[in-house]
């Protein structure tokens, strides 16, 4: 074997090398769970952490989410929050499911009346889940928003990281993620 072909053996190793890396580091897919039990997943929920949203930038204090199942196939959202000055900032919605996809919602805030614009309605993927129920992480395709949730005020810090871990492996940033809840 030459010089030139095993400069060329040494450049084709470099870039499979490269390649190989590159899609390792490529973010897994975002993607909801397959099974989502409504009724055990509606009740009350303690954000641990989030990352920053825009209808939270007050909250400083315990974060709850409410969800009620509802006789119209829709799920009431109560989103309540304690912010610095000893306010509480509550807000309610309604959530949809997809038929196709059980761990998917969409939840709007608007008013009733605009439900039938689009844009008010976001996503809401249930991306992980306790078997039990009694934690989930919450988060959409586009990776902008994330909660970590639990069934109890407290989480786990070998669980909190195990969550934080698999964000992201799908691709969230948590350089700004915001700790709600107490973990330990």
């Known amino acids: 074997m030459g010089r030139f072909d095993r400069a060329v053996m040494l450049l084709l190793g470099a870039w499979l090398s490269l390649s190989a890396a590159a899609q390792a580091a490529d973010p897994a897919e975002v993607t909801s769970v397959e099974t989502l039990n409504i009724t055990r997943y509606a009740g009350e929920w303690h954000e641990i952490a989030r990352l920053p949203m825009f209808f939270q930038r007050k909250c400083t204090g315990e974060v709850i989410a409410q969800y009620t199942l509802r006789d119209d196939d829709l799920v009431g959202v109560s989103n309540r929050c304690a912010t610095g000055d000893g306010e509480v900032l509550e807000a309610d919605g309604v959530a949809r499911r ?34 039990d129920y009694q934690w989930a992480m919450v988060g959409e395709p586009g990776r902008d928003y994330l909660w970590i949730l639990s069934r109890t005020p407290e989480m786990e810090r070998a669980r909190f990281e195990a969550l934080k871990a698999q964000a992201e492996a799908m691709g969230y940033d948590l350089e700004s993620l915001v700790v709600s809840g107490p973990v330990r």
């Open 98 to 131: 997809d038929p196709d996809h059980p761990g998917r919602l969409e939840v709007r805030f608007a008013p009733d009346w605009l439900s039938w614009l689009p844009l008010t309605w976001a996503d809401y993927w249930v991306i992980a889940l306790d078997p």
